[in-house]
């Protein structure tokens, strides 16, 4: 099915962070599954494929519902060399994994990385699990099934439980269903989204050292009518003046109301860059 991006559309090859059976792993699989995912070990990594042209894409994980931000948002600045072409939302099922014939009953310790364990803690307390802290999701999975003992099991992804041989103990063992994380496709093209439809624009700005100078800057989309979902602030090579904005507003660049809006934005700005244009996911449409 066609996602009116070619960027997307076109892509052999996509780099994600993590271990095989990492849950980006699996956001790949869900988003641009004509693509072949390729682990890589770290942020970083992932996003110097794409800048290199080992692979055509690269999908990053950038907030979740329950812990917030994950990704540093400096990776998305103008100067990464990458344009963001899709976003994709899923929601987050951990699974208890262990060895082919191990019980519940019979797990004395889980394996998995910190965030997981947290939203995994009425299990683990429930069961008087002993928790360890690992690198990676499906890294925690790979390292059960080498440990062969069916009295330890990891929190994972059911691909992990896939790629590593491992069965399901118990499904779904998150303590908030409603657990969720938003990932960014991004490209070397820089191309927009066409004007149809749900669109969603992130940009990056900077505001000028003057007084009021983001109450100016923000409302030129309030008075524009433009709804802003996201807005996140960080600071610029160290200095405690120089803050750079990191936000994502509905619709489309040339739509009249969003054009004068980052028109005026301009005239309030030190520099102010659009990052992206691409289809709004229809998770949104079924958010509280």
Known sequence: MSTGIKAIDEARRVAFQGEPGAYANLAARQAIAHAT?????TFEDAIDAAKSG??????IPVENSLIGRIADIHHLLPQSGLHIVGEHFMPIRHQLLGLKGASLDGIKSVYSQAPALAQCRALIRS????????YDTAGSAKHV???????????????AAEFYGLQILEADVEDEHHNATRFLIMSRRDEYAPNQGKVVTSLVFQVKNVPAALYKALGAFATNGVNMTKLESYQLGGSFNATQFYADIQGHPEQPHVAHALEELAFHTASHTVMGVYPAHPFREDMP
């Open 37 to 41: 995912a390729i682990p890589k070990p």
């Open 127 to 134: 069961r008087q699990l002993v928790a360890h802290h690992w």
């Open 145 to 159: 099934a080498e440990l062969g003992d069916k009295s330890i099991a990891a929190i994972a992804s059911t691909l």
């Open 54 to 59: 080992d692979t055509d894409l690269v999908i």
